[in-house]
């Protein structure tokens, strides 16, 4: 994905939910698109819970 706002990240997740059914969770980390207000109300309006986990990062 060239760009990483909200509004452009719902768009394919949007396309997959439409495609094969809504998920029942999302595990994300905190990103900004995905810690969204916009976001974690878009999933709650699409039932979907929201779970964020700490970021990996490897030494």
Request: charged residues 20%; proline residues 10%.
């Amino acid at each position: 994905m060239k760009d990483t706002l909200t509004t452009a990240t719902l768009r394919p997740i949007f396309h997959w939910f439409s495609r094969f059914g809504f998920l029942l969770e999302v595990h994300a980390d905190n990103c900004p698109p995905l810690a969204s207000e916009l976001f974690k109300t878009k999933l709650f309006e699409w039932e979907v819970t929201l779970f964020f986990y700490p970021p990996y990062h490897p030494q």
